[in-house]
């Protein structure tokens, strides 16, 4: 699967000309998309991202099919006319649902087709195993999945966020779901600041969404110094969409082994306890991600950027 570009200023007619270009007879419901209109979906949702930013979602009144109703007349197999819903309104889908999804700015032209261990030469096995793994789970899910997710493991800066983030956004574009993004920090500081008197937001309200996602990414798990607090509404969480078989798609920074038992380094075990460490084996797919730092490697941060490169010159 290839990803359209389009390059230079694009107009709402024009992107809406490319939604247009779906296979004729696309279905809306969740995982209704066969794979080759999934695909193309994809590639066009690729292509608007950027105008996405600027303008919102495309003028419905541009689609060519349509007209902007979001149905057109065409033909069924039998060659008898019928009503069937236009590609542009199965793009337009697509989009509402990956802007409810709250990924951050950081990844949110994170794909599976964009990660950088594919064009790094000399990248660690695990990263293109990790990247194999990953889109063939987009290809099984949901029937061959059973429920079951995937958990990205090791040092920081290897990717691994990258690839939970495409993940989530191939099941969104290509297959329909309801995904949600959550960072672990940010989710249990949201949730102590909800015990405030001042506070307009529940618990209940805050893990409600993270609970009942269809796919959930939780990023950077472990990564809140352990209280039995934090253990108990990690286990809500986890037992929640266990329960429910509910897709869970987590990355961690945390060896995914046992308690360590006063070591210099935790493991997961540690960071959220034996018994959710445990019940994850059954939840997720553990895959290792080892390799170089991609941010040191990549020459990440003020290397990038003109004025770091400037030196003071005395006297000047």
Same mark, same amino acid.
């Given at each position: 699967?290839?990803?359209?570009?389009?390059?230079?200023?694009?107009?709402?007619?024009?992107?809406?000309?490319?939604?247009?270009?779906?296979?004729?007879?696309?279905?809306?419901?969740?995982?209704?998309?066969?794979?080759?209109?999934?695909?193309?979906?994809?590639?066009?949702?690729?292509?608007?991202?950027? /105008?996405? *930013?600027?303008?919102?979602?495309?003028?419905?009144?541009?689609?060519?099919?349509?007209?902007?109703?979001?149905?057109?007349?065409?033909?069924?197999?039998?060659?008898?006319?019928?009503?069937?819903?236009?590609?542009?309104?199965?793009?337009?889908?697509? +989009?509402?649902?990956?802007?409810?999804?709250?990924?951050?700015?950081?990844?949110?032209?994170?794909?599976?087709?964009?990660? *950088?261990?594919?064009?790094?030469?000399?990248? $660690?096995?695990?990263?293109?195993?990790? $990247?194999?793994? /990953?889109?063939?789970?987009?290809?099984?899910?949901?029937?061959?999945?059973?429920?079951?997710?995937?958990?990205?493991?090791?040092?920081?800066?290897?990717?691994?966020?990258?690839?939970?983030?495409?993940?989530?956004?191939?099941?969104?574009?290509?297959?329909?779901?309801?995904? +949600?993004?959550?960072?672990?920090?940010?989710?249990?500081?949201?949730?102590?600041?909800?015990?405030? /008197?001042?506070?307009?937001?529940?618990?209940?309200? +805050?893990?409600?969404?993270?609970? *009942?996602?269809?796919?959930?990414?939780?990023?950077? +798990?472990?990564?809140?110094?352990?209280?039995?607090?934090?253990?108990?509404?990690? /286990?809500?969480?986890?037992?929640?969409?266990?329960? $429910?078989?509910?897709?869970?798609?987590?990355?961690?920074?945390?060896?995914?082994?046992?308690?360590?038992?006063?070591?210099?380094?935790?493991?997961?075990?540690?960071?959220?306890?034996?018994?959710?460490?445990?019940?994850?084996?059954?939840?997720?797919?553990?895959?290792?991600?080892?390799?170089?730092?991609?941010?040191?490697?990549?020459?990440?941060?003020?290397?990038?950027?003109?004025?770091?490169?400037?030196?003071?010159?005395?006297?000047?």
């Amino acid at each position: 699967m290839k990803a359209l570009t389009f390059s230079g200023r694009t107009t709402n007619c024009q992107r809406m000309t490319y939604i247009s270009t779906f296979p004729h007879g696309s279905r809306t419901d969740a995982h209704a998309l066969r794979p080759d209109q999934g695909q193309q979906a994809s590639a066009i949702l690729a292509g608007m991202d950027g /105008a996405r *930013e600027k303008d919102g979602i495309a003028n419905p009144t541009a689609c060519s099919l349509c007209g902007g109703t979001g149905m057109r007349i065409t033909r069924d197999a039998q060659g008898d006319r019928v009503a069937a819903v236009c590609s542009c309104r199965v793009a337009r889908q697509a +989009l509402r649902r990956l802007g409810r999804a709250n990924i951050p700015r950081r990844h949110e032209h994170a794909t599976l087709e964009n990660y *950088e261990s594919v064009e790094t030469t000399g990248s $660690h096995e695990t990263m293109l195993q990790a $990247h194999f793994k /990953a889109h063939q789970f987009v290809l099984d899910y949901p029937h061959n999945t059973d429920g079951r997710g995937l958990m990205f493991v090791g040092m920081a800066g290897r990717g691994k966020t990258h690839l939970a983030v495409g993940v989530l956004r191939a099941l969104i574009e290509e297959k329909g779901c309801q995904g +949600l993004f959550c960072d672990y920090g940010d989710l249990l500081k949201q949730i102590q600041n909800s015990y405030n /008197a001042r506070s307009d937001t529940t618990e209940f309200e +805050l893990l409600r969404p993270v609970i *009942e996602a269809e796919v959930l990414v939780l990023d950077d +798990l472990g990564s809140t110094k352990p209280t039995a607090w934090v253990w108990d509404t990690v /286990a809500h969480v986890l037992n929640a969409r266990y329960n $429910h078989k509910r897709t869970t798609i987590i990355t961690t920074n945390f060896a995914n082994r046992a308690p360590a038992g006063g070591s210099k380094e935790d493991t997961l075990g540690d960071r959220i306890g034996e018994r959710m460490r445990s019940r994850l084996a059954e939840m997720c797919v553990s895959i290792e991600v080892l390799g170089a730092d991609f941010r040191q490697t990549a020459g990440s941060g003020e290397a990038n950027f003109q004025w770091s490169k400037a030196e003071f010159l005395p006297g000047g």
